[in-house]
């Protein structure tokens, strides 16, 4: 099969296209021929060594954790799915920018949602899952998402309302009409971010959610008065400076229904800034690693 990989550290320029062997569904797992991949943020800091210190890389690696396709094999103890249903999900940290992937954790994909779409779906939903779990009942309780316009903000957001959070993001003014979209009144960040937020929710914050690593951490604790009720998904050095958990995606499927779910209702949509075929992978990944994406990029195959 045709596949992304890369065979040591360094530039985008390094990712090359290869013949390598399929893999195959183990128990538990199923095989999807990849419509469409997601390309996130660890993809390109782990293809750069950033985080080799925390999760060194095994060569060579074909990127991508998550992506949409059609099922093509079932393996052991799998009752939920048959072969030609259309899913979007988790594999390793590894594996999915290929014509062939393994997924552990997997959701049907959504009538409303195109493949490419739903390939953006998988880690943002893991993600914003499992750091709105982290900060408990969230029902009547104001939440403030730092970067709210991100693959994992527009999950997040989504999911949050659906909750029962008021949700505040923060976000460049450029994005603002689409956090509306999505059921959060929207703030600029940066300085007098607090006073703003005063102004919208004259209560303050009861907690706030950070997908941006902005250096805003140590205002958020400052924001919602306890760091307890602060949670990160991008700043592991300085929560533990300051107290804040620090969470990372699980491959939950229960979580990836949830988001599905929304997507039945038109409640969340994944939007998709840009599409690159998979000889474009290395354009996808200096693009990501520039930042500022409106939610999310997306490989096609």
């Not at 210190?53 to 060569?59: D, L, Q």
């Not at 060579?60 to 072969?83: C, F, H, N, Q």
Request: charged content about 20%; proline content about 5%.
């Amino acid at each position: 099969m045709r596949a992304a990989r890369y065979h040591d550290y360094g530039p985008a320029d390094v990712i090359v296209i290869d013949d390598v062997p399929e893999p195959h569904a183990g128990p538990g797992e199923i095989r999807i021929r990849v419509a469409a991949a997601g390309v996130n943020p660890i993809d390109w800091k782990l293809r750069s060594g950033e985080v080799r210190a925390y999760f060194p890389v095994e060569f060579p690696a074909i990127p991508g954790r998550d992506a949409a396709g059609v099922v093509d094999e079932v393996g052991d103890g799998v009752s939920d799915v048959t072969v030609g249903d259309k899913v979007f999900g988790l594999g390793g940290i590894f594996g999915a920018a290929a014509e062939y992937a393994v997924l552990t954790a997997w959701s049907a994909v959504p009538e409303a949602w195109t493949l490419e779409q739903a390939a953006g779906a998988g880690l943002a939903v893991a993600t914003a899952g499992r750091a709105l779990d982290a900060l408990g009942d969230l029902s009547g309780r104001t939440l403030l998402i730092e970067g709210a316009a991100g693959g994992v903000g527009g999950a997040a957001v989504a999911m949050a309302a659906a909750r029962g959070a008021a949700v505040i993001g923060t976000s460049s003014p450029a994005k603002h009409a689409y956090l509306r979209t999505l059921g959060a009144v929207p703030t600029a960040y940066g300085d007098g971010l607090a006073d703003r937020v005063r102004e919208l929710a004259p209560g303050g914050a009861d907690a706030a959610l950070d997908l941006a690593a902005s250096g805003s951490l140590a205002d958020l604790v400052a924001l919602v008065g306890d760091a307890d009720r602060v949670v990160t998904v991008a700043d592991a050095a300085r929560s533990a400076e300051l107290g804040v958990r620090h969470v990372y995606a699980e491959n939950d499927a229960t979580v990836l229904a949830e988001g599905a779910a929304l997507g039945g209702k038109g409640a969340y949509t994944p939007y998709v800034q840009a599409t690159y075929p998979l000889d474009r992978i290395a354009d996808a990944h200096r693009e990501a690693e520039g930042g500022h994406v409106q939610g999310k990029l997306v490989v096609t195959l």
